[in-house]
Nanobody, 122 residues
Framework: QLQASGGGLVQAGGSLRLSCASS????????MGWFRQAPGKEREFVAA????????TYADFAKGRFTISRDNTKDTVYLQMNSLKPEDTAVYYC?????????????????WGRGTLVTVSS
């Protein structure tokens, strides 16, 4: 129901924009989030967007480099990632919050998409 795309191989310092498209009507009343999981590590929160896009939350490592946005007319959420670092290498997942908030806990998210792999070379 949620499909992330836009991943790929990029050099350090480069940019990528991830997209998350929903095959079902995505409620503008629900928050949306991005998480990532690096090899051998636990999944971690990246960024989230509240309903109507009025509220955002970012992990410390994402602040100033990543931007989350949404286009409700296209049922799509984006994650613009700039100044990428090798440590950003991970599978990135989008998810839909049960509620309208821009929460950072994975427990708040009911629907998860298939991830997209981002590889940042040094």
């Amino acid at each position: 129901q949620l499909q992330a795309s836009g991943g790929g191989l990029v050099q350090a310092g480069g940019s990528l924009r991830l997209s998350c498209a929903s095959s079902r009507r995505t409620s503008s009343n629900n928050g949306m989030g991005w998480f990532r999981q690096a090899p051998g590590k636990e999944r971690e929160f990246v960024a989230a967007l509240g309903w109507r896009g009025s509220t955002t939350t970012y992990a410390d490592f994402a602040k100033g480099r990543f931007t989350i946005s949404r286009d409700n007319t296209k049922d799509t959420v984006y994650l613009q990632m700039n100044s990428l670092k090798p440590e950003d290498t991970a599978v990135y997942y989008c998810a839909q919050n049960r509620w309208s908030t821009a929460g950072s806990s994975s427990l708040q998210y009911a629907y998860w998409g298939r991830g997209t792999l981002v590889t940042v070379s040094s």
